[in-house]
């Protein structure tokens, strides 16, 4: 299973809210809930997601066999 944990710890500490991702970088609600949710997500908003983090793939997601 692929979790999310670390992209909440990442987004803190590049202090960037979730109101900013929404609002200043077109990142979707239904996308937001799905990574607080654990759910799957699609590639590209992982890319996204990197890119406006400016981070690996690992600051953002883990896998885990919970």
Do not use: P
Not at 29 to 41: F, H, I, M, P, S
């Amino acid at each position: 299973m692929i979790v999310f944990d670390r992209l909440w710890e990442t987004m803190k500490k590049r202090g960037i809210s979730q109101y900013k991702l929404i609002h200043e970088y077109n990142i979707s609600t239904g996308q937001l809930d799905r990574l607080r949710k654990n759910q799957n997500v699609n590639t590209y908003t992982l890319d996204q997601l990197c890119k406006i983090l400016q981070c690996r793939l690992e600051d953002i997601a883990e896998f885990t066999d919970k």
